[in-house]
C-alpha cells in the first residue's frame, strides 16, 4: 500500500492538515500521512497491493535490492544472482523477526526511563552538593566577618569609655583612631572578600568541569531515548503493512538493535558524581596564626606552575622548609647560612648566617603569622637548639642570646614541626622522644615549657616526624617504611614501601595527606607519591621532577606543602612548585 519516507511535508490526503513525515499511496499516486495510510491500509486491503509499473499482483521479494516485485519484474530484471523470495514468506519471516524485537525493545525504553531519571536525579543531587559546599562557604566567612564586627565594637567600646576619661584632651585623638579602625575593619572584611571570591571561583571552576561532563551523560541518554522511542513506533507502524513491512525491517531491525546494544554509560556517571562528592570546604585555625581555607579532598592533575632557581653562590643548598605561603628555607649545608627564596619575586636572600653560638637551621616551620620557630644543629643542651625569629628574622628567644657553645655538650641535630593546637614538637634525631613544648611557657622557662613527651620506639626515627590534625605523628621507621603512632606511641598504621628507600616525606596540614619523595635511578628523576596516613592507600608517582645532574646534590631532598596546596620540590639546584587542578 505504502513504502518510503519523506521530510516533513503537508498530507495529501482532503481534510487532513497533519505537517509530518509521509508515505507514498501507491494505489492513488499521493503523499500520505502515517495515519491516513494506515486508513487506506484497513479500507482497501491486500487487493491494492499491485505492481505499479506491470498491474499484476506482489508474488517475490528481492532479497539483494529489498524491493516488492510482480512476476514480470522478476523475470525481467532480477535473475541470479538476485536471492527471491516469495513474498509472503518474506512477509511472514520479517514479521517474526519484528515481533521478536518489540517486546525487547519495549522492555528496554522503561529500563531508559529508568537511567534518566537517574541521570537527572544524580545531576539534581550533585548541584546540591555544590550548592551545599558554596553555602558552607558563605556561611563560614559570614561567621569570620561578624566575627570582626564584634571584634570591632568591642573595640570601639574601648576606645570611646577611654576617651570619655581624657574627653577634653583626646577627643580628636578619639575620632581618629576610631577611623583608622573602621578603615582596617574594611581592610580585613575585603581581604575575607577576596579569599571568599577566590575559593568560590575554584568550586565554580570545578562546578563547570562537572556541568559540562553531566551535559555530556545527559544528551548521550536523550539521544538513546529517542532512537529508541522512534524505532518502537516504526515497528508499530510497518507491522500494520506487510508491504511497508518488507521494505523497512531490515532498516528497522539495524536501528532497534542499535539502541539496545547501546551501553547506559552508568560507570560514567558514577565516576563523575564520586569525583563531583569529593570537593570538599577545608580549612585550619589554629591559635594565633592566620586562618587558612582552601577547596580540595579531590583527587586531580598536578602541574608545575613555577620554577625558582637557587643562586650558584649556596654551594650545597638543602630544602629545611616553608616560612608562611610565599616562602622557602634553604639552608647551604657547606657554609650553615640560611636563605629565604621568595616564591613570587625568585629573590633569595641570606637571612641568618651560621655561628657556632646560633648553629645552623635544620628545620623551620610557621607558628604564627609573625613567628618562625626554627631547630638547629649545635652543640650544647636541648633548649638552645629551638628558636624563634620574628616576621624580621630578629631572634627572640630570650635565653639563647646569652647562651655560649658547651664543648662538653654533644652536638645535637633538633627538627621541628607545630601541632594543630599550635604545640611545637621538637626531637632530637637520635632522642627516643619527641616534647611537646607550649611556646609561651618556653620562652620564659626552658624547662616548664616541656609540657609533655611522645615516646619513639626502637627502629623508629624522629628525624622528620611530622604532625596529622589528628594529634597523631608520622616518623620513619626502617627502611622505606612510616609509622603512625598516637601521643601514647603505640603504632596505629605502619606503611612500607621498598622503593621508597631513604624516605623524605611531608604532610599536607589542611588534609593530612602524605607525600613521600624518592629516586626513580632509570628515569633521572624524583617520583612523589601520595599517601594516607589513616589507610595506608598509596597513589604512585602523582607527579614527577628531574634529578639534578651534578653529583653535589645527589641526596634525596625534601619537599613541604604550603597552606593552598602547593606542593614545594627541591632538586638541589632549583625549587618546582606543584599545583593540583581538578580533573575528571
Known amino acids: 500500500m505504502a513504502s518510503g519516507f519523506s521530510t516533513n511535508e503537508l498530507c495529501e490526503e482532503e481534510g487532513c492538515k497533519r505537517n509530518s513525515q509521509l508515505v507514498c499511496a501507491l494505489s492513488e499516486k499521493r503523499r500520505l500521512c502515517q495515519q491516513c495510510a494506515s486508513k487506506k491500509i484497513t479500507e482497501e486491503g491486500e487487493a491494492s497491493w499491485a505492481c505499479k509499473k506491470h498491474a499484476e499482483p506482489i508474488k517475490f521479494y528481492c532479497v539483494q535490492h529489498n524491493v516488492l516485485l510482480c512476476q514480470s519484474c522478476a523475470t525481467v530484471a532480477h535473475q541470479k544472482p538476485c536471492d527471491l523470495k516469495d513474498v509472503e514468506d518474506a512477509v511472514k ?87 583608622r579602625n573602621m578603615e582596617d575593619l574594611q581592610v580585613r572584611e575585603q581581604e575575607l572578600e577576596k579569599k571568599l571570591d577566590s575559593i568560590v571561583g575554584e568550586l565554580n571552576g570545578i562546578r563547570k568541569v562537572v556541568t559540562e561532563e553531566m551535559k555530556e551523560i545527559t544528551e548521550r541518554s536523550k539521544d538513546v531515548l529517542e532512537r529508541l522511542d522512534e524505532s518502537r513506533e516504526g515497528i508499530e507502524h510497518v507491522l500494520l503493512s506487510d508491504q511497508e513491512l518488507c521494505v523497512r525491517a531490515k532498516e528497522l531491525l539495524k536501528t532497534a538493535n542499535d539502541g539496545l546494544h547501546c551501553d547506559t554509560g552508568a560507570n560514567s556517571l558514577q565516576q563523575v558524581s564520586t569525583a563531583a562528592r569529593e ?52 639552608r647551604d649545608n657547606r657554609s650553615g647560612d640560611l636563605y629565604l627564596a621568595n616564591l613570587k619575586t625568585k629573590a633569595a636572600e641570606k637571612i641568618l648566617e651560621s655561628r657556632p653560638t646560633h648553629g645552623a637551621v635544620v628545620s623551620c616551620v610557621s607558628l604564627d603569622d609573625k613567628t618562625t620557630v626554627c631547630g638547629k644543629a649545635r652543640k650544647g643542651d636541648f633548649a638552645d637548639c629551638v628558636s624563634f625569629y620574628d616576621a624580621d628574622w630578629k631572634l627572640i628567644h630570650e635565653q639563647e642570646t646569652s647562651r655560649t657553645e658547651d664543648p ?68 620513619k621507621s626502617g627502611y622505606g617504611g612510616l609509622s603512625v603512632i598516637d601521643r601514647s606511641g603505640e603504632v596505629k598504621n605502619f606503611i612500607q614501601d621498598y622503593e621508597w628507600g631513604s624516605t623524605e616525606f611531608c604532610v599536607d596540614s589542611m588534609t593530612d595527606a602524605l607525600y613521600v ?26 607527579l614527577e621532577y628531574p634529578m639534578s645532574v651534578s653529583t653535589n646534590h645527589s641526596q634525596t631532598q625534601r619537599c613541604t606543602v604550603t597552606p593552598s596546596g602547593i606542593i614545594i620540590a627541591f632538586n638541589g639546584e632549583r625549587i618546582f612548585l606543584f599545583k593540583k587542578s581538578f580533573t575528571l
Open 517 to 542: 619523595v624518592y629516586k626513580d635511578p632509570e628515569k633521572m628523576m624524583y617520583a612523589v607519591d601520595q599517601v594516607c596516613a589513616e589507610s595506608g592507600v598509596v597513589f604512585r608517582k602523582i
Open 93 to 179: 519471516e520479517f514479521k517474526e523477526k519484528l515481533k521478536d524485537v518489540l517486546p525487547a525493545v519495549k522492555d528496554r525504553i522503561p529500563v531508559w526511563h529508568k537511567h534518566m531519571k537517574t541521570v537527572l536525579e544524580t545531576s539534581s543531587d550533585i548541584h546540591v552538593h555544590f550548592d551545599n559546599v558554596e553555602s558552607q562557604i558563605r556561611a563560614h566567612f559570614e561567621h569570620e566577618k561578624e566575627a570582626e564586627r564584634n571584634r570591632s565594637s568591642e573595640k570601639d567600646v574601648a576606645i570611646t569609655e577611654e576617651s570619655e576619661r581624657k574627653i577634653q584632651i583626646i577627643h580628636k585623638q578619639r575620632d581618629e583612631e576610631l577611623k
Open 279 to 330: 570537593v570538599k570546604f577545608v580549612k585550619r585555625q589554629r591559635e594565633n596564626a592566620v586562618p587558612f581555607y582552601r577547596i580540595d579532598g579531590f583527587r586531580g592533575r598536578w602541574e608545575v606552575v613555577d620554577t625558582v632557581d637557587i643562586p650558584k653562590n649556596v654551594k650545597l643548598p638543602s630544602l629545611v622548609g616553608c616560612v608562611g605561603e610565599g616562602s622557602a628555607a634553604i
Open 408 to 475: 662538653r655538650g654533644g652536638t645535637k641535630r633538633v627538627f621541628v614541626d607545630v601541632d594543630c593546637k599550635g604545640m611545637i614538637l621538637a626531637a632530637d634525631f637520635m632522642a627516643s622522644d619527641v616534647n611537646i613544648i607550649n611556646p609561651s611557657n618556653f620562652k620564659k622557662d626552658v624547662e616548664g615549657g616541656i609540657v609533655g613527651t611522645i615516646p619513639i620506639k626502637d627502629k623508629m626515627s624522629a628525624e622528620g616526624f611530622r604532625s596529622l590534625s589528628s594529634g597523631d605523628i608520622v616518623v
